[in-house]
């Protein structure tokens, strides 16, 4: 028996030598996306991509707390903390900015974790998105976990970018193709072309109380990713309510 106890404890004391290792491997990891610059002769694919690989791995056994030395590194989490999201950045040396990568953390029924990436160098991903996601809403739908995140993200010195994505959790699975949209689509973008001075760029926000996903100060040269059709002559404010199971144009 005490010897079952001394190899269990050595065990756990291995898993937390190693789990330090890569959180301490993460932070350099994260040091050098925050200082790199296309001069550099690192792969700017490859970094990001171990980068996320290990966030993934460490994100697998634990959840971390914000590094306050780090500036390129956000942790957020839904209201009920069944779904964490963390977004490391890096600068893309052009009119982009800064260049957004996520990994998604849950928790599954046996108390364990789930881990996620959505960037676009996680050539596993069912999802490669760029997009620094600020803030989530539990959407009001029977029998389903779904969750609507918006975000924001520069595609140049004339377009900026919102997005609103619905996620799901089923299973102890984070399901990344929920057809909120039209085209069963689990994401909708809205691409707002800076040609006229508009007080509010790329703006998306979400009503609660009336379940209504709303996009503001939308112009003729602005896009959405749904039929244009649907949107000929319509500026100003658009709304999409929430039914209970997707999102529809009113």
Known sequence: MKLQVFFLSLFFCVQLSAQKDAVASLVD??????????????????LVHATGSNLIQILEHQVLDQI???YNFS??????GNLNWYTFFYY???TKGDVSNTVFQWKKSDKSYGAYGIYSANDKSKLSIEMNFHSSYKLPSKGKNLYLLLGNERGNSRLEVASALVVQLKNDYLILDYPAFKNNSAILYFFDYLETDSACIACMEYDEDNKLLMIDSFEEEDQLSISSEELEGRK??????????NFKLK
């Open 236 to 245: 100003g404010k658009i709304y999409f309510h929430f039914d209970g199971r």
């Open 68 to 70: 306050d030395s780090l």
């Open 29 to 46: 990891q994260l040091n050098t996306l925050n200082y790199w610059s296309y001069e550099d002769e690192v792969d700017i694919d490859s």
């Open 92 to 94: 893309s040396g052009g």
């Open 75 to 80: 942790i957020n989490s839904s209201d009920d």
